[in-house]
């Protein structure tokens, strides 16, 4: 092993070490002991640079094992123009921080910064697009939520009297949260990707796989949770889980199925000599003038209102990593802690044919 191999095997110990430690002082030392690596690192990229004069500048660089001195646009990024979403991805990256840079980022605790946490949680919505439909909540810990039930028509008040409130239909939903892990991992090839490039591509792996997993869990939460109706895709059933959802949730009221079920079983079901039971406008299918909503996870033909679901985030989607030494890749995962539940079994009728994708 070379001395520019040991170095880079030592500064990747000692970002272990910071990571996994909050104490000021041990950091301090171990940025101290990161400074005079890098010192021995330019000292030996200068030595190669002074023997091989008449080289090409990239057989320096590849000899110096990745570890040479950093461009001149990286070293624009400090001071005050210092980005702290810069210094994040960086460090997830597994690039080289200077001092300022690590004490930026252990002051803020390495947190996941705003701008990519919303890029994650953006990306997620417009994967599942239930998101937009249900009630969400992004509120930290277990949480008791209310929903207006069903419409209840008003009472005579005599002026002066008092009166009597149990009217108001209120629906109680207690939500707690389980952890959603997502990993994906690339190879040490990362570092050579830009700062944005990463970014994107690590946002649009993490979130895909996270919308997958809360959307499979809304619509699990929906078949157990809603009312269930007996029987087959029929044109009668398809009526009667309309029939079924009480009148004051029909407004916003959708259809739920996938491909499959939509294009194999409801659609051979349209007879326009006896009804008009699908009709197309654009790109949107509708169902006796409901909405149809394709979804993979719904294996099930439903018909409810995504208002009368409750999901919360108890925690903002995050994101780890670690550098594994044995295959040279680096592993990301990413988190989030999700709840659901349907507020009143009514809002959703559920067929209880299944037929998956």
């Known amino acids: 092993m070379t001395r520019l191999e040991e170095i880079e095997a030592r500064k990747l110990e000692i970002r272990t070490e910071v990571e996994s430690t ?93 701008e990519t946490q919303n890029t994650i949680f953006e990306k997620v919505v417009k994967k599942v697009p239930m998101l937009d439909e249900i009630t969400l909540l992004k509120v930290k810990g277990n949480i008791d939520f209310y929903v207006e039930g069903t419409r209840t028509d008003g009472v005579n008040h005599t002026e002066g009297q008092s009166y009597d409130d149990a009217s108001v239909n209120l629906i109680k939903v207690s939500l707690a949260g389980t952890e959603i892990v997502k990993k994906v991992q690339i190879s040490d090839k990362v570092r050579e990707m830009s700062i944005d490039s990463f970014e994107d591509w690590l946002t649009d792996m993490l979130s895909d796989s996270i919308a997958n997993a809360i959307e499979g869990k809304i619509f699990a939460a929906i078949v157990s949770g809603g009312t269930a109706v007996e029987g087959e895709v029929t044109a009668d059933n398809v009526r009667a889980l309309v029939a079924g959802l009480p009148a004051g949730y029909e407004d916003g009221a959708k259809f739920y199925c996938n491909k499959t079920i939509f294009y194999n079983q409801v659609l051979k079901l349209q007879d326009l000599s006896k009804n008009e039971l699908v009709y197309r406008d654009g790109n949107t299918y509708y169902m006796l003038g409901y909405p149809v909503r394709i979804s993979d996870k719904a294996s099930n033909l439903i018909f409810g209102n995504g208002k009368k679901f409750v999901g919360n985030l108890a925690e903002e989607i995050n994101v780890k990593s670690v550098y594994d030494i044995d295959t040279n890749t680096y592993k990301y995962a990413g988190i989030a802690i999700w709840d659901g ?11 209880s044919a299944e037929t998956s994708e």
């Open 22 to 114: 909050e104490d000021i002082e041990t950091i301090d030392k171990l940025n101290e002991e990161v400074d005079t690596l890098n010192a021995e690192v330019q000292e030996i990229n200068e030595q190669h640079e002074e023997a091989e004069a008449n080289e090409n500048v990239e057989e320096v660089v590849s000899d110096a094992s990745e570890v040479s001195i950093e461009s001149s646009e990286e070293r624009k990024i400090g001071g005050n123009k210092m980005e702290y979403r810069q210094v994040y991805l960086k460090n997830l990256k597994g690039m080289e921080l200077d001092a300022e840079e690590r004490a930026a980022l252990v002051a803020a605790n390495a947190a996941i910064p705003t």
């Open 341 to 351: 539940k349907v507020a009143d079994g009514t809002a959703f009728q559920v067929l």
